[in-house]
């Protein structure tokens, strides 16, 4: 990740150097081959390809404190301030739901849980520094120089690149790849900055947030109120919009009726207009102010944390990209690539979270940046396929999906042409507690017209993304429904779900099972 300010490296000195290696190719345009701008997975991913296919390789990378002052090491948002702390406290949050239910199984255990936040969050951050330094010895062991520095464009083949100490230097190279992701966006109303935090702060948070009001409608925002529920805080969400907006709304709206029957509570289509602190202490005393959107009636809310989940921008400010002439989103800040990730100068390219239109996931970002490299200097000519890219909501349970939702299926193909096969299920391992037989449930999009050729799949369950990954690869091969009803499922496992699935949506027949 790459961003305007201090790290954690930069503080304690680690590859602060701005130094250029002394001397200069004879052919190329410059000291390296390829200088890539972001220390993400992206990032990292597309630098050590290239070295390791012979190329000279600078990397640059610089994280911005947020406006509470949360920085971290090398790595970028996925090994920082995401994927990785977010899964560690999410099994944080599970351990307490099956201690919860283990009583059934045998196990006498304390019936008074208590949770440590400061122990989970110490634990956390010492892992995540072990992938700071393993993504460092990476780097070093694939003589890729690295450069805890801000990078500025000056020419096509020329960046300024700034240290935490002011001390400026300037790096040449053939080309460039702009990997530098996104940050979290700040809502324009009053105390939002001086008063919330965001997925940046939580994961490092000193002290346990207590009372909780998240602030948004997508995954971030449903994940975080899933691991904060699980580990016993109070926690409202405020919904401008629908949930999950770009994802399956029949799965959305299971996903919510899960969670507020587990005790988070939505408050559906209202705009937060302020956020005051009424009193000090570890953790404050807020008062949220919102209003509801149809009738605008204002309403209130107290609180200990507000936590922003509205959306993210790229770090593309102050890069000096439109000074070179590369073409950006005006209205998103994102650079416009094309198939091959160049972007409209020649020699510069982009991938990841900072590219328009393209999905926001670190896999994505990795698979990219490698091909990218590949084809530049070991030459490939496979390009990144954006298409059918399986994906997985860590909510309390699970919401693995791929391909296209119910909805775009028939906006797509007509609601004639599209077929629905589904069915609830019951875990087996999980028979003596979960009781509740309208979850978990899986369902299947077809399209009539090529023999129910596979188009959407969707898992609401215990380890829906493990299962969702297999799955994903029918979408890809053209697998039909009937492919899938030749196999035999491993039983009792939730996944053999998808190969007993006959019960269509239209037909109207009740699918309620007590069993996989």
């Given at each position: 990740m790459h961003v305007e300010a201090?790290?954690?490296?930069?503080?304690?000195?680690?590859?602060?150097?701005?130094?250029?290696?002394?001397?200069?190719?004879?052919?190329?345009?410059?000291?390296?081959?390829?200088?890539?701008?972001?220390?993400?997975?992206?990032?990292?991913?597309?630098?050590?390809?290239?070295?390791?296919?012979?190329?000279?390789?600078?990397?640059?990378?610089?994280?911005?404190?947020?406006?509470?002052?949360?920085?971290?090491?090398?790595?970028?948002?996925?090994?920082?301030?995401?994927?990785v702390p977010k899964i560690l406290m999410h099994r944080a949050a599970m351990l307490g739901v099956d201690i919860g239910e283990a009583a059934p199984y045998g196990w006498s255990l304390p019936s008074d849980k208590i949770h440590d936040w400061e122990t989970l969050v110490e634990e956390v951050q010492v892992f995540i520094k072990s992938t700071n330094i393993a993504a460092r010895k990476k780097l070093v062991t694939n003589k890729v120089v690295y450069h805890n520095a801000f990078a500025e464009f000056e020419s096509a083949h020329r960046i300024k690149v700034r240290t935490a100490k002011n001390e400026v230097s300037t790096l040449t190279a053939e080309n460039f790849i702009i990997a530098v992701g996104g940050r979290p966006r700040y809502l324009d109303i009053p105390g939002a900055r001086e008063y919330a935090i965001t997925s940046d702060d939580l994961f490092s948070l000193k002290y346990n947030p207590g009372k909780t009001v998240i602030i948004g409608s997508s995954f971030i925002a449903l994940e975080c109120a899933g691991v904060l529920s699980g580990l016993g805080m109070d926690v409202t969400v405020l919904a401008r919009s629908k949930l999950l907006e770009r994802l399956d709304q029949h799965m959305a709206e299971?996903?919510?009726?899960?969670?507020?029957?587990?005790?988070?509570?939505?408050?559906?289509?209202?705009?937060?207009?302020?956020?005051?602190?009424?009193?000090?202490?570890?953790?404050?005393?807020?008062?949220?102010?919102?209003?509801?959107?149809?009738?605008?009636?204002?309403?209130?809310?107290?609180?200990?944390?507000?936590?922003?989940?509205?959306?993210?921008?790229?770090?593309?400010?102050?890069?000096?990209?439109?000074?070179?002439?590369?073409?950006?989103?005006?209205?998103?800040?994102?650079?416009?690539?094309?198939?091959?990730?160049?972007?409209?100068?020649?020699?510069?390219?982009a991938i990841g979270d900072v590219i328009d239109g393209k999905p926001e996931l670190t896999p994505v970002a990795i698979k990219t940046g490698r091909l990218l490299s590949r084809r530049l200097y070991g030459g490939a000519s496979t390009r990144m396929d954006y298409t059918l890219i399986p994906t997985t909501l860590f909510t309390p349970l699970e919401y693995g999906s791929v391909g296209l939702s119910e909805?775009?299926?028939?906006?797509?193909?007509?609601?004639?042409?599209?077929?629905?096969?589904?069915?609830?299920?019951?875990?087996?391992?999980?028979?003596?507690?979960?009781?509740?037989?309208?979850?978990?449930?899986?369902?299947i999009v077809c399209l009539k017209s090529e023999q129910n050729r596979i188009i959407g799949f969707h898992i609401f369950g215990p380890h829906a993304g493990e299962i969702t990954q297999g799955f994903s690869l029918c979408l890809k091969l053209g697998a039909k429904l009937k492919d899938l009803q030749t196999l035999v499922g491993i039983h009792p496992t939730c996944a053999e779900i998808a190969t007993y699935l006959s019960i269509t949506k239209s037909s109207g027949k009740s699918v309620l099972r007590t069993f996989c």
């Open positions: 201090d790290s954690a490296a930069a503080r304690h000195g680690a590859g602060a150097s701005g130094d250029v290696p002394e001397g200069s190719r004879e052919k190329g345009k410059g000291t390296y081959d390829l200088v890539v701008i972001g220390g993400g997975s992206g990032g990292l991913a597309a630098a050590s390809e290239a070295a390791e296919l012979g190329r000279k390789v600078a990397l640059c990378d610089y994280v911005k404190p947020s406006p509470r002052g949360t920085t971290w090491g090398l790595g970028g948002t996925c090994s920082n301030v995401g994927c299971m996903v919510a009726k899960y969670m507020e029957s587990h005790g988070v509570k939505f408050i559906r289509r209202c705009v937060p207009t302020s956020i005051e602190k009424i009193g000090d202490g570890t953790p404050l005393l807020l008062k949220v102010h919102a209003a509801k959107r149809d009738s605008g009636d204002p309403f209130v809310i107290d609180c200990n944390t507000v936590l922003l989940a509205t959306g993210r921008v790229p770090n593309t400010r102050n890069m000096g990209l439109e000074n070179i002439g590369v073409t950006m989103n005006k209205s998103t800040g994102k650079i416009i690539v094309d198939e091959d990730e160049r972007t409209s100068v020649q020699n510069i390219f909805e775009l299926a028939i906006a797509q193909y007509s609601n004639e042409n599209i077929e629905v096969y589904h069915s609830h299920f019951n875990p087996q391992y999980q028979a003596l507690t979960m009781k509740d037989e309208s979850v978990p449930y899986m369902k």
